[in-house]
């Protein structure tokens, strides 16, 4: 069974600081998804990735497979960037469901 | 942008009551699932449907749960005699093939009292 353990847990930032979450899984897996859960409780998805590197606009996500390890950054950070962030392993095959990580809280300061 | 829809948002039930929870996934995706987020904890795995038939499920998903898909277009979660403990958040989730992302909907609150 894999194990997701995400840090920090909290996280409170001035806006336009540089922001690193992280992330680190004990089984192998297909995929890292990087999700985004706003106080409302919807859920969206940011990144699926199962090698090196992606980006989208102000958030960039990273993974490295040999040390079962991933990270989420945003840049510039902002207000609306506030929400919980959330990494979930993929074992791949479809049918597997996701395991979730606890989320980070993250709060931005304007 | 396509969204995988779901109904109610909210519901209140009665201990032991049957509960329906309804989806209807993206139109060309083939593999649906539901998740269960439980008040401040982390979002859990219930079921994956593919092929219109039941793919994976959890230890959660005994046999008060059920799912559906009854017209090719909805995907319904029942409970049959809901208990106080299964009070949370429902997620409904779609996506196109395995190496593609999720869609989630945005999410049932189930209360029981």
């Known amino acids: 069974k894999n194990e997701v353990e995400q840090s920090p847990q909290n996280l409170t930032a001035q806006e336009g600081e540089f922001i690193t979450i992280n992330c680190s899984y004990s089984v192998g897996i297909s995929a890292l998804h990087w999700l985004q859960q706003h106080p409302g409780g919807g859920i969206v998805s940011l990144f699926m990735l199962s090698s090196g590197k992606k980006k989208h606009g102000r958030l960039i996500a990273t993974i490295n497979i040999q040390e079962k390890h991933s990270s989420l950054h945003i840049t510039a950070s902002h207000p609306r960037d506030s929400a919980v962030y959330i990494c979930a392993a993929d074992s791949g095959g479809g049918a597997d469901g996701l395991t979730f990580g606890k989320g980070t809280h993250l709060i931005i300061q304007p | 942008e396509p969204e995988v829809t779901q109904t109610p948002s909210h519901q209140v039930t009665q201990m032991g009551q049957e509960v329906i929870l309804r989806c209807v996934p993206i139109?060309?995706?083939?593999?649906f699932y539901w998740y269960r987020q439980i008040l401040g904890q982390k979002v859990e795995f219930l079921v994956s449907?593919?092929?219109?038939?039941?793919?994976?499920k959890s230890e959660i998903f005994d046999d008060q749960f059920s799912v559906e898909r009854p017209d090719g277009s909805n995907f319904t979660l029942k409970i049959r005699s809901t208990k106080l403990e299964d009070s949370a958040m429902y997620f409904c989730?779609?996506?196109?093939?395995?190496?593609?992302?999720?869609?989630f909907g945005s999410g049932t609150r189930l209360t029981v009292v």
């Open positions: 989730a779609s996506r196109k093939g395995q190496v593609y992302g999720y869609t």
């Open positions: 139109s060309n995706h083939l593999y």
């Open positions: 449907f593919y092929n219109n038939e039941i793919s994976e």
